[in-house]
C-alpha cells in the first residue's frame, strides 16, 4: 500500500537524512568531516580525493549487504522500504562529503538546500537568476552564504515537487518497486546510474564550481580508481 508524500513530508525525510549523513550513525558512519577530511588527507589534491570518494560511495549504492545493514538502523520520520532509505543515505552523505571537501559548511542552512538541489538535479542558477542575484562564472562560497532565506524556499519547494513527482502521487514507497529488496546487487544499474548523475553533479558544483551543475545533465566525470 503507498504512503501518499506532501511537500511537507518529503522536507521532512530530506532534513533527517541530512542529519544523519553529516553527523553520521553511531557504530556505523563516522560525522562526514572525519570521513571527507581522511580523505583530504590521504590525497594530493581536493580533485583526486573527491573523486575516490564518489567511487567509494558508488560501491556502496550497489552492494546489496551493505546497504541492507544499514537500512535498519536508519531512522526517518516517513516510512519507507530500508533499501529506499539506504540508498538515499548514501547519496546525500556523498553529497555532503563533496561539499565538506570542497570548503564549504554543510552546517549552514544555504549548503544543506544546494546539497538537496543536487540530490534532485534541481536548476539552482535558474532560481538564483529569477530572484535577481547575479553570479560570475565560478561559484564560490562567499555568494552560497549570501543566498537568502526567501530563494532557499524557492529551491527546496522545486526539491519538494521534484521528488513527489518522481516516486508519483501515492508517494516514495512506490520506488520500492523499482528497488528490489534482496539479490546480489539492488536495483542493479539503477542505482548505479542515478547515484553517478548525482555525483556528477555535487562534483561540479562543489569542487569544480560549476553553479549549473546541480541540475540534470552534467557532463560524465572520470572516477579514480583505488589503486
Known sequence: MGV???QEGVMRLLDKLYEQATQGIAMVSPPIEETA???LRKNPDIDTAAKKFINYQ???CTTSGFLAGLGGIITLPVTIPANVSSVLYVQMRMIAGLAYMGGYDTDSDQVQTLVY???A???VDQVLKQAGIKFGNKFAMAMVKKIPGEVLAKINQRVGFRFITKFGTKGIINLG???PAVGGVIGGGFDFIETKAIANRAYGLFVKGDLTASSDGT???KIVKEV
Open 121 to 123: 538535479g534541481i536548476s
Open 37 to 39: 577530511g581522511d580523505y
Open 58 to 60: 558508488i560501491a556502496k
Open 219 to 221: 557532463d560524465d566525470i
Open 4 to 6: 501518499k508524500l506532501d
Open 117 to 119: 538541489a543536487c540530490l
Open 177 to 179: 518497486k523499482a528497488v
